[in-house]
């Protein structure tokens, strides 16, 4: 069992993550000796979220900029911090390294927050469970599936982050955390 269990501590993964329009082709059943045309429509625009995951509950916590910065990671850290208002509770988060994750703007404002940052190694998004969220969002939203306009495409997106999430919470508990020993 790890320390946190012992505590009033979270434990939250976070990410930035560039979701744009893009029709991502992923499976499908054809005839032998047939195509299959798959209408693609390839918006360069990306969305750029900020967003932390609790394995506890599945509770997720996200936020929409038009651009991710230092500024943008100090600001969403305040955002954590106001959703979980305990002021004796310690939130630990693990992100990677990214630039804007390490920045002086997020290590400045760190000094005086709840939250404990707990960097990743590089190049290891296996040890990030958000990424295996971001595999479930893509089975609903862009694989073999195509968006007429961008504003759709960002519609269904923040759909399935406020509604969708929580009527499949057995898949993604089962699908996150799988593999996820080494918490324990």
């Not at 991502?24 to 000796?33: D, E, F, T």
């Not at 693990?94 to 990743?120: F, M, N, P």
Request: hydrophobic residues 35%; charged residues 30%; aromatic residues 10%.
């Amino acid at each position: 069992m790890n320390q946190v269990a012992f505590t009033n501590d979270l434990v939250l993964f976070g990410d930035s993550v560039h979701p744009s329009q893009q029709t991502r082709p992923a499976y499908g059943s054809v005839k032998k000796g047939k195509d299959r045309l798959l209408e693609v429509k390839s918006g360069r625009k990306p969305i750029n979220l900020i967003d932390a995951l609790s394995l506890e509950d599945m509770d997720f916590v996200y936020k929409d900029y038009e651009t991710i910065n230092g500024l943008s990671a100090v600001d969403f850290l305040k955002k954590i911090e106001a959703r979980y208002p305990d002021e004796d509770q310690t939130i630990h988060l693990i992100w990677d390294g990214a630039g804007y994750h390490t920045c002086l703007e997020v290590q400045e404002y760190l000094k005086t927050s709840r939250i404990k940052v707990h960097y990743l190694p590089p190049r290891s998004p296996n040890l990030n469970a958000t990424e295996r969220l971001w595999k479930i969002m893509h089975e609903h939203l862009s694989n073999n599936r195509t968006y007429e306009k961008f504003k759709d495409f960002k519609k269904a997106l923040f759909e399935f982050f406020d509604s969708t999430m929580g009527g499949i919470k057995d898949v993604l508990v089962s699908r996150i955390t799988h593999d996820l020993l080494w918490l324990h």
